[in-house]
């Protein structure tokens, strides 16, 4: 099975910034695409970011010139740099990753996080 384990989340000031981690273990093939989402209370999961092994990168338009999506896939871990909050920034942040187990051929792995608190007051 894959885990992924985020960290980083906390509390700031609107206009500071924050950078979230997220480390992956488990039987995934190393060619994935790995993203970052969120959910504020009472609203459904968007997407916030998402790199694949060759680093290319999307992001949502209301992200987008504010965080910046990275990974290391020597260490397996994803990054997001988040500068710039907002209070409208304010949800749980959960990683994810989306690729192929290396346990049954053609299995597909979607695999999420526990997720981590990100909070910006005004």
């Known amino acids: 099975q894959v885990q992924l384990v985020e960290s980083g989340g906390g509390l700031v000031q609107a206009g500071g910034s924050l950078r979230l981690s997220c480390v992956v273990s488990?039987?995934?093939?190393?060619?994935?695409?790995m993203g970052w989402y969120r959910q504020a209370l009472g609203k459904q999961r968007e997407l916030v970011a998402t790199i694949s092994s060759g680093h290319s990168t999307n992001y949502s338009d209301s992200v987008k010139g504010r965080f910046t999506i990275s990974r290391d896939n020597a260490k397996n871990t994803a990054y997001l740099q988040m500068n710039s909050l907002k209070p409208e920034d304010t949800a749980v942040y959960y990683c994810?990753?989306?690729?192929?187990?290396?346990?049954?051929?053609?299995?597909?792995?979607?695999?999420w996080g526990q997720g981590t608190q990100v909070t910006v007051s005004s």
């Open positions: 994810n990753v989306k690729g192929l187990a290396t346990s049954w051929v053609g299995r597909r792995v979607d695999a």
């Open positions: 488990g039987s995934i093939f190393s060619n994935n695409v």
